[in-house]
T-cell receptor, first 115, second 112 residues
Framework: DSGVTQTPKHLITATGQRVTLRCSPR?????VYWYQQSLDQGLQFLIQ???????AKGNILERFSAQQFPDLHSELNLSSLELGDSALYFC??????????????FGPGTRLTVL | AQTVTQSQPEMSVQEAETVTLSCTYD???????LFWYKQPPSRQMILVIR??????QNATENRFSVNFQKAAKSFSLKISDSQLGDTAMYFC?????????FGQGTRLTINP
C-alpha cells in the first residue's frame, strides 16, 4: 500500500458525460500528479499540482481539468467524454515539487470505461 | 525531449532463473533519476528501484539490481532468483527537471 488513495475504483459512463476522479496523497506529500494509461500503453503525464498550485502540464486535453484543494486532495474532471477516454487514470504523490527527480508513489488507479 | 526505450516487449523465464530487462534513454540533462516500476495484474504501479545519476554505485534492493551505464545511457534491471510473483509489466522511467517519462514497458512472465 503506497498511502495514496483514489476513488472510485471503477467508473462506467456514457459518451458526452462528465466525471470526477478523486485522489488523496500520502501524508506529508505536497505534490500530486495525474497520469493516463490506455490499454497496454505506458503512462502519459497529464498534470501536476504542488501545494494547491498548478506546477506542470503534460498532454492534457482541454476537456480535462484538475485542481488541488487546501487539504491537498486533488480532483481530475473529465468532460464531454469520448470512447477514447477509456483508460486507467493514476494519481501519484511526492514530497517536493521536483517532478522527475522526486520519487512518486502511485495510487491504485481509477478505471474509466466510456460506452 | 527525453525519451525512454524498452526494446523487449515481452520476456519469459523459468522460476528461480535470473532475468535482465533493458532500458535506454536519451537526455541532455546532467542531474536526473531513473526508476523501475512494476505493474502486476492488479494494475497497481509499484516502485521497484531508484538510481540517482550522480551516483556511480548501482542501486540494489534485495533480488533487484540495476546496471547503470551513464555514458551509454543504459539502465537495465536484473531480477535474481525470479519468483512467480515477479510476473508483471515493468516500466523504466526517466526523471529529470521536468516530468517523469515512462518507457512502453516489458511484459515479464515467470513460469513455474
Amino acid at each position: 500500500d503506497s498511502g495514496v488513495t483514489q476513488t472510485p475504483k471503477h467508473l462506467i459512463t456514457a459518451t458526452g458525460q462528465r466525471v470526477t476522479l478523486r485522489c488523496s496523497p500520502r501524508s506529508g506529500d505536497l505534490s500530486v500528479y495525474w497520469y493516463q494509461q490506455s490499454l497496454d500503453q505506458g503512462l502519459q503525464f497529464l498534470i501536476q499540482y504542488y501545494n494547491g498550485e498548478e506546477r506542470a502540464k503534460g498532454n492534457i486535453l482541454e476537456r480535462f481539468s484538475a485542481q488541488q484543494f487546501p487539504d491537498l486532495h486533488s480532483e481530475l474532471n473529465l468532460s464531454s467524454l469520448e470512447l477514447g477516454d477509456s483508460a486507467l487514470y493514476f494519481c501519484a504523490s511526492s514530497v517536493a515539487p521536483g517532478q522527475g527527480t522526486d520519487t512518486q508513489y502511485f495510487g491504485p488507479g481509477t478505471r474509466l470505461t466510456v460506452l | 525531449a527525453q525519451t525512454v526505450t524498452q526494446s523487449q516487449p515481452e520476456m519469459s523465464v523459468q522460476e528461480a532463473e535470473t532475468v535482465t530487462l533493458s532500458c535506454t534513454y536519451d537526455t541532455s540533462e546532467s542531474n536526473y533519476y531513473l526508476f523501475w516500476y512494476k505493474q502486476p495484474p492488479s494494475r497497481q504501479m509499484i516502485l521497484v528501484i531508484r538510481q540517482e545519476a550522480y551516483k556511480q554505485q548501482n542501486a540494489t534492493e534485495n533480488r533487484f539490481s540495476v546496471n547503470f551505464q551513464k555514458a551509454a545511457k543504459s539502465f537495465s534491471l536484473k531480477i535474481s532468483d525470479s519468483q512467480l510473483g515477479d510476473t508483471a509489466m515493468y516500466f523504466c522511467a526517466f526523471g529529470g527537471a521536468q516530468k517523469l517519462v515512462f518507457g512502453q514497458g516489458t511484459r515479464l512472465t515467470i513460469n513455474p
